[in-house]
Nanobody
């Protein structure tokens, strides 16, 4: 599986950004697709995940109600719509894939495939 993340940038607090992760290489129907983020000097944290086949979604408490993860089967993409952005959302955002047999989708170490990361900077 090859993953390509895009859509990062600089935005003011309260603004919005939409990240996209394009997947190729194999069918993803038996995978969870996740978004993680890593700020300088910090660990890579779970943000959101979606089951590609069924659409079930999961969110970190810090982004619930502000971020929405979705997938487009026709385009083979997974998007992360980020609204009401805060300076603490500043990080490099990564998309990743893990088999649905993974019971711990918030654990980055259980993801097999990763995109290259895209920088999101939120100014105050």
């Amino acid at each position: 599986v090859q993953l390509q993340a895009s859509g990062g940038g600089l935005v003011q607090a309260g603004g919005s950004l939409r990240l996209s992760c394009a997947a190729s290489g194999r069918t993803l129907s038996n995978y969870y697709m996740g978004w993680f983020r890593q700020a300088p000097g910090k660990e890579r944290d779970f943000v959101a995940a979606i089951w590609w086949n069924g659409g079930t979604t999961f969110y970190a408490d810090s982004v619930k109600g502000r971020f929405t993860i979705s997938r487009d089967n026709a385009k083979n993409t997974v998007d992360l719509q980020m609204n009401s952005l805060k300076p603490e959302d500043t990080a490099v955002y990564y998309c990743a894939a893990t088999p649905i047999s993974n019971w711990d989708i918030t654990n980055s170490r259980r993801y097999d495939y990763w995109g290259q990361g895209t920088q999101v900077t939120v100014s105050s």
